[in-house]
C-alpha cells in the first residue's frame, strides 16, 4: 500500500515513455493523467529517494537525446510572464542588470550577472522535460553547472540545500513568489544547470528568462524559472510553508525524482 504511489509514478513513467517513442516527431506530448505525487508521503517520498539512489546510482544521468528529438517549440507551464513592473523593466534591458544572488551558509556571497554566468565554462543537454500535469517535451538547454557557482560561493558544512528563489508571484504579494530547492547531492549533479538558452538561443520569458534551473532527474516543478536569489540553508522548515517549494507547501512531493 505504502508503494502505491510509487508504482503507479513508474507505471505512468514507462507508458509515458512508450507514448513518447511513438511520438518523437511531435516533441510533445499530452497524457491525460491525473497528478499522482499528491497521494506520495512522506516517508514513502523518503524510501523513494534513497532507492532510486541505490539503484541508480547517486550521481547517474538522465537520458540525453538528439537534436532530431527536439520539439519544435518548447511548451510552458506555469509563471507565463512574472509581469511586474520591475520585470517588464528587465524585459526591456535585455536583463543587462539582472543579477542572481548567491547567500545563505556560503563563505563568498556572489553576484552574478548574465554575462558573469556566460563566461564561465558551459554545458549543453537535450533532455525530456516531464511535467506531473501530464505532458512532456524534449529541449536542448546550455547553461553553467550548479556545482561551478557553488564551488565558487564556497559552501559551509553546515549547509544541506539549495533554495531558489524566483521573481514571479502566484498570488498577492511577495510571500507567495515561486521558490524550490534541492538537496546538495542534486544540486551538485552534473546535469544541474543555471540554464540560459533553450535551443540554441536566450531563454525566452515563458520559460524562465534569463536563468532558470534544470535538475533532470525531477519532475518539473523542481525546475525554478526566473531565479533572482540562490539560498544555502540548513532546514526549510522554517521557510515559508516548510515543505521546501511553492508546490510543496500545495502538497506535492518535495522529492520528485523520475
Ligand atoms: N518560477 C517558476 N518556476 C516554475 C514554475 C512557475 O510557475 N514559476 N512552474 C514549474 C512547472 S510546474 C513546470 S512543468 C516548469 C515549466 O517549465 P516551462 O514553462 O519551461 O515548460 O516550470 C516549473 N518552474
Ligand atoms: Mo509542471
Not at 499528491?38 to 546510482?57: H, M, Y
Not at 558544512?157 to 514571479?168: E, G, I, T
Request: hydrophobic share 40%; proline share 4%; charged share 20%.
Amino acid at each position: 500500500m505504502a508503494d502505491s504511489g510509487n508504482q503507479s509514478r513508474r507505471g505512468f513513467l514507462s507508458r509515458a515513455t512508450a507514448v513518447g517513442s511513438t511520438m518523437l516527431l511531435a516533441g510533445c506530448y499530452d497524457l491525460s493523467q491525473k497528478p499522482w505525487v499528491l497521494s506520495i508521503l512522506g516517508e514513502v517520498e523518503n524510501l523513494t529517494r534513497k532507492a532510486q539512489r541505490l539503484f541508480a546510482g547517486s550521481h547517474a544521468l538522465a537520458p540525453e537525446f538528439s537534436k532530431a528529438d527536439i520539439a519544435p517549440s518548447f511548451r510552458a507551464n506555469g509563471t507565463l510572464n512574472p509581469g511586474t513592473a520591475d520585470y517588464q523593466a528587465h524585459v526591456a534591458n535585455a536583463f543587462r542588470d539582472w543579477r542572481v544572488r548567491v547567500g545563505g551558509l556560503v563563505e563568498h556571497p556572489l553576484s552574478l550577472s548574465l554575462s558573469d554566468l556566460r563566461s564561465l565554462p558551459s554545458r549543453t543537454q537535450i533532455t525530456r522535460h516531464d511535467c506531473v500535469e501530464g505532458w512532456s517535451c524534449i529541449g536542448e538547454w546550455t547553461g553553467v553547472q550548479l556545482s561551478r557557482v557553488l564551488a565558487m560561493a564556497g559552501v559551509k558544512p553546515a549547509a544541506r540545500y539549495v533554495m531558489f528563489h524566483c521573481a514571479d508571484a502566484m498570488g498577492e504579494g511577495d510571500d507567495t513568489l515561486y521558490y524550490e530547492s534541492l538537496d546538495l547531492l542534486e544540486a551538485t549533479h552534473p546535469q544541474t544547470l543555471l540554464a540560459y538558452e533553450l535551443n540554441g538561443a536566450p531563454l525566452p520569458v515563458q520559460n524562465g528568462a534569463p536563468v532558470r534551473l534544470r535538475a533532470e532527474r525531477q519532475l518539473g516543478y523542481k525546475m525554478a524559472k526566473y531565479i533572482e536569489r540562490i539560498e544555502l540553508v540548513d532546514d526549510f522548515r522554517q521557510v515559508r510553508g516548510g515543505k521546501g517549494g511553492y508546490w510543496e507547501d500545495q502538497g506535492y512531493a518535495w522529492y520528485a525524482g523520475i
